[in-house]
């Protein structure tokens, strides 16, 4: 349903999301967990198409 391949975005010198490989089916529920400025956001957003990446495909 969707895939990340090589998914990289940055603002500014700050890289927030660094070669980001997934994929995830249809029906399946993942949680995105992890310390405070690690990227959570970002990556949802980008899939919400909120934010546009720098490279790689979603």
Known sequence: ???FK???KWYGAYRALHDVN???AAGEVVV???P???GKSTLIRTV???EEIQAGQI
């Open 48 to 50: 919400n198409r909120l």
């Open 32 to 34: 995105v967990c992890g």
């Open 1 to 3: 349903m969707i895939a």
């Open 22 to 24: 997934e994929s995830v």
């Open 6 to 8: 090589g998914v990289n």
């Open 36 to 38: 405070s400025g690690s």
